[in-house]
């Protein structure tokens, strides 16, 4: 296969644009919206996020199993983008137009978003798949895969940062339109990018040996863990800010916007410095150094009174948070690559889907802290909170990310591939 160009590298790594506009509009919000405006019940919500993620991290491994063994002349992954891109749009733009009030809404709320869930997981799991497929150097992967974050972060900024903006001046069903829109459009541009091998051992495996291949492969388990972790963190933070600035900082919804967006203002120029540090330290050394910084930017929100001072210590999140974008998909690529030596056929599908079934759980993490912090401080809706329940929100941006990260720390620090950037996937391995 043909080196692939700049041109088709940059289509391709736009699609983390939608990925990560929808993904983290519905993360950061949707708790939000339907408790905090529509007035249901956090213990409900909490209860339907749970099932989200049981049902989202069950359908990734059996996803990835059924893209790896495909076989269609339009490759394993691109005819699964092809057909889920348009439903998933829909079903992003329906959860944001709630019918029903009380337990109609709730379940409403529940169908829609198992809907969502099947057709989200079918769309980016294959779009995750392609990275190492089609790009086989650390060097490609580190370029690729900072262009995919600088698009993401785009994705976030307004998928996170902007929702105030838009649902303040048009109404939360017209954003979610809107931004379906956008998603879709960049969808598209990637999927005409996206080229597969021709040559490609297909798995032939069982579903259930298949999964005994993946656990017994430690880089991987020692990898999942600390990703876990992280993205634990990357779901509690926009999703706790907010609950920050309404009632510990007593500002207004623009400030979300201005916490948000500095955190991945400051990520931007970062993840360029992060994708040549890869390249000279190799994968491990750099994401310990990302999650390090990472975990120590947390630290001010047990203090910061104020919009300003809050916004300084968002940016200081942002230096690490852009490390940990870049990294983690580049991290996983490498085991692909040990784990075809060993099988001697190409498994992305059930890698990046074992390792969804695994990391949503972190979003239903979130969700099940962010209930009981609210619940058991005694958050009040559109009040002036206790002493508590203030301490509570302030936790969830500190002291629970913080301990989050040592954690993921400890397991990155295990991890065992300890390559340098001269790594291909077809050429030999310069310790």
Known sequence: MAIPSFKSKLAYSSGNLSVNLIAQAFASYIVFYYV??????????S?????????????????GHISDRTSSRFGRRVPYMLFGM????????????????????FWYFLTVVLLYDILFVMVVLNYSALFPEMFTTMKERASVSSWRQMFGILGMIIGVALPPLVYGKLGWGP????????????????????????????????????????????????????????????????????????YVLGAGDESNTVLLGAIFIAA??????????????????????????????????????SVAA???AAAAIGIGLAGL??????????????????????????????NGFIV??????????????????????????????????????????????????????????RQSNTTTRNGDHKQ
């Open 325 to 354: 974008l870049v990294l983690l998909d580049v991290l996983l690529s490498e085991i692909i690559d040990e784990d075809e030596k060993r099988t001697r056929v190409r498994r992305e599908g059930m890698y990046f889907g074992m």
């Open 175 to 246: 954003m979610g339109a809107i931004f379906a829109g956008i998603a879709l459009l960049f969808l598209v541009i990637m999927v005409s990018a996206s080229k597969e091998k021709v040559v490609v051992q297909r798995e032939e495996i069982g579903f259930l040996q298949s999964l005994k291949f993946t656990f017994s492969n430690k880089a991987f388990v020692f990898y999942v863990i600390g990703s876990f972790f992280v993205q634990f963190t990357f779901a509690m933070l926009p999703a706790a800010i907010p609950f920050f600035t309404k």
């Open 36 to 45: 905090d405006v529509l007035g249901v019940k956090p213990a409900l919500i």
């Open 310 to 312: 809050a916004a300084a």
């Open 268 to 305: 931007i120029p970062c993840v360029y410095v992060w994708g040549r540090l890869v390249q000279k330290w190799g994968a491990r050394q750099t994401v310990i150094a990302a999650v390090g910084l990472y975990a120590l930017a947390m630290i001010p929100f047990l203090f910061v009174s």
């Open 47 to 63: 209860a339907a996020m749970v099932i989200h993620g049981i049902v989202n991290a069950l359908l990734n491994p059996l996803f």
């Open 360 to 417: 949503k759980w972190g979003v239903s993490l979130q969700a099940v802290v962010l209930g009981f912090i609210l619940e058991g401080t005694g958050y009040v809706k559109d009040a002036v909170q206790a002493e508590a329940a203030v301490w509570g929100i302030r936790s969830m941006l500190s002291i629970i990310p913080f301990i989050a990260l040592l954690i993921a720390l400890v397991f990155f620090f295990l991890y065992p591939i």
């Open 86 to 105: 348009v439903p998933l749009a829909a079903l992003f733009t329906a959860i944001w137009f709630p019918v029903g009030t009380g337990m109609t809404l």
